[in-house]
């Protein structure tokens, strides 16, 4: 199948069909080429298998849930996203939480069997998101484990295998628009797996880059929880520094990560990638996301919902990303001002660098 998007890495720089994205771009005489700005999209290919919890993601005009009604509603607004400039979402064969915040996870919402299998009905909306994601000119950052679900995988030969599969049915496709996030937040200490914790994930990640199709293999890394610089080890074999800014209340912070980052031993030029933030203040002329490009580092809005960790299906329907059943729409006051900085700083889809306009700006 022939492919319209490829995602590349030139130094510090990422490459979209062999040109820097944002080609040209600056802000506030920061350089933004190169940068990869993204979106946390975890749940657009959610669903929920435990029949205990399968009704608290009900949507509130039906009474019921509907994993393909959201897969539908999540593609109808991605060229709106990319009109405003986003390159890129984060997804994850595993989710997250879909309360935004959550103690216990006790759905079910995972495209891995037990044994590492993957589950046809996961792929196949996962197929959808990436075809769109290719027809935009899109990157997606894949992840494939997830803290909350990890433990539906029996034991770590499951975990390898799982990754495998995962990692295989993406070349076997001839995706050249994905970046493979091993797991979300490598150092959270609820992973039951050893081998997705801290001291041993960086074997996964050079298993990944291992798997080949046609001379051709994946980009990999993994991420950490905010505030946390990423270790030497797993810098050393990564191809990306993956962090996370929740948690980071003084912007000062995110650029300070930036730095210790680099003064790793061994970091060599990648791109660091912040793909997962909660702090937002985007009306302020300083905020994480202005500090880490000040620091040329890519940004990604992470939306848990200003009732996140509630549970529940909600009546107003109007909550973050990360809360199932999830409003795709541009369609709060703090979507609207990440939305609306994207635009101003990248100067929309005209500013990408990389694909045609494919749908006029709207305030949603």
Avoid: C
């Avoid at 595993?94 to 935004?100: A, C, D, Y």
């Avoid at 909600?314 to 059943?325: I, T």
Wanted: hydrophobic letters at 35%.
């Amino acid at each position: 199948m022939r492919r319209h998007t490829s995602v590349g890495i030139e130094g510090e720089r990422f490459l979209i069909d062999g040109r820097p994205t944002y080609a040209g771009r600056r802000y506030r005489d920061w350089p933004i080429e190169g940068l990869l700005l993204n979106s946390r999209m975890v749940q657009a290919i959610f669903d929920d298998r435990n029949p205990a919890t399968r009704d608290r993601w009900a949507y509130p005009d039906t009474g019921g849930w509907d994993p393909e009604r959201n897969v539908a509603e999540f593609l109808a607004m991605l060229p709106e996203y990319r009109a405003h400039g986003l390159l890129a979402v984060t997804l994850n064969l595993q989710g997250g939480s879909p309360e935004g915040y959550s103690k216990a996870q006790p759905w079910v919402n995972t495209a891995f069997g037990p044994d590492g299998a993957l589950d046809p009905a996961y792929l196949d909306r996962l197929a959808r998101v990436l075809d769109r994601l290719d027809e935009l000119g899109m990157v997606a950052i894949l992840g494939l484990f997830y803290f909350g679900q990890d433990e539906h995988l029996r034991d770590e030969a499951a975990v390898r295998r799982g990754l495998d599969n995962a990692v295989g049915w993406v070349l076997d496709r001839g995706y050249t628009n994905v970046i493979i996030e091993v797991n979300n937040e490598t150092n959270i200490p609820r992973y039951e797996h050893e081998i997705l914790q801290p001291g041993r994930v960086h074997e996964l990640i050079v298993q990944a880059q291992a798997r080949t199709a046609g001379g051709r293999r994946l980009l990999v890394g993994t991420s950490y929880g905010g505030g946390r610089v990423p270790d030497d080890s797993v810098i050393a074999v990564s191809d990306l520094a993956l962090l996370h800014g929740n948690g980071v209340t003084d912007p000062a912070r995110i650029g300070e990560m930036v730095r210790q980052t680099r003064a790793l031993p061994s970091y060599r030029p990648m791109p660091i990638v912040f793909n997962e933030d909660d702090h937002f203040a985007f009306d302020r002329p300083e905020n994480n996301f202005l500090v880490a490009l000040a620091h040329y580092a890519s940004w990604g809005f992470f939306d848990p919902g200003p009732g996140a960790g509630g549970g529940g299906a909600r009546s107003d329907y109007v909550e973050g990303y990360q809360n199932v059943p999830v409003n795709w729409g541009i369609n709060t006051d703090r979507k609207r001002g990440f939305f609306g900085l994207l635009r101003e700083i990248t100067g929309g889809a005209a500013g990408g660098g990389a694909a045609d306009d494919p749908a006029p700006p709207s305030s949603g």
